[in-house]
């Protein structure tokens, strides 16, 4: 069934759950089990994957728990990229392994946002991974200084969806400074340009942690475009967004013709 049932105003169809375009992907810092059931009540339909964040997984003392809520609420949970890199760099990739296990993970995030991983490791870790788990991959630096040209983001999101990667991840951060957006948060939409020119925008999962961010792909790549580290409290502001119901996206998305049809 729709994400979102429509009684008169013929807004952007959206397609349900499970959905592989569209994706709304939030960001969990340490969520309670209360904010979740609080979330799921409000806007559960909106919300097809949850991320904890960067290493939270590890200390959380209530993870089976808050594992087996998500999983009631038949919405996949990955552990963020940071803490793949901390296995990494510890060499524990064994361990790491039977952990997801024995935590019943279905994804995994692999990046190399903060440490330096050899290309072809990267990528024999993805096709090692993507055996067992859906991988979501991460192209981009979480340092603000360091900047990519364009075809090496492109040639890289390539190499890492033919090794396995379910969707690629473009570095945004947690508050959109580095990778596709520049230090001060501004985005760099050539960038942005020239990757959705070269590869379907199916494929790929924009970190869009602020409003303006959020509303810029949706006018850009429409309703059904997959974004990612979305706070809790912002996924129904971002449905709106996609629909049409706020200013920043009215004309765009629901006064324009292609409403109803995308």
């Known amino acids: 069934m729709p994400a979102f049932s429509d009684g008169f105003l ?3 169809a959206r397609p349900g759950k499970p959905r592989a375009v569209g994706l709304t992907h939030v960001m969990d810092k340490g969520l309670n089990l209360r904010d979740i ?11 097809d994957i949850v991320k904890l964040g960067w290493g939270t997984s590890y200390v959380t003392l209530n993870l089976e728990k808050k594992i087996a809520l ?4 038949e919405t996949p949970v990955v552990c963020g990229g940071t803490l793949f890199e901390a296995v990494y760099a510890r060499e524990r990739i064994d361990e790491f392994k039977q952990w997801l296990v024995e935590h019943r993970f279905s994804h995994v995030e692999i990046s190399d946002g903060t440490i330096e991983i050899p290309r072809e490791r990267k990528l024999e870790l993805i096709a090692d991974f ?3 788990f859906t991988v979501l991959s ?3 630096s979480k340092d603000s200084e360091v900047v990519f040209a364009p075809y090496q983001w492109v040639a890289w999101i390539k190499e890492e969806l033919e090794a396995g990667a379910w969707k690629v991840i473009t570095e945004g951060r947690e508050g959109g400074t580095s990778g596709i957006f520049r230090a001060d948060g501004d985005m760099r939409t050539g960038l942005l340009d020239e990757i959705a020119h070269e590869i379907s925008v199916e494929s790929l999962l924009f970190e869009a942690p602020t409003k303006s961010s959020q509303a810029w792909f949706v006018k850009h790549f429409g309703s059904n475009v997959n974004l990612g580290n979305i ?3 912002e996924v129904i502001a971002l449905e709106t967004l996609r629909l049409g ?3 920043d996206t009215l004309k765009e998305i629901l006064l324009d013709s292609r409403a109803g049809v995308d």
């Open 138 to 140: 991460e192209v981009g």
């Open 130 to 132: 993507a055996r067992d």
């Open 37 to 47: 059931e609080g979330l799921f009540d409000t806007a559960g339909e909106f919300v």
């Open 245 to 247: 119901l706020r200013a």
């Open 231 to 233: 706070p809790p409290d």
């Open 70 to 73: 998500y999983r009631s609420f």
């Open 10 to 12: 013929g807004v952007p």
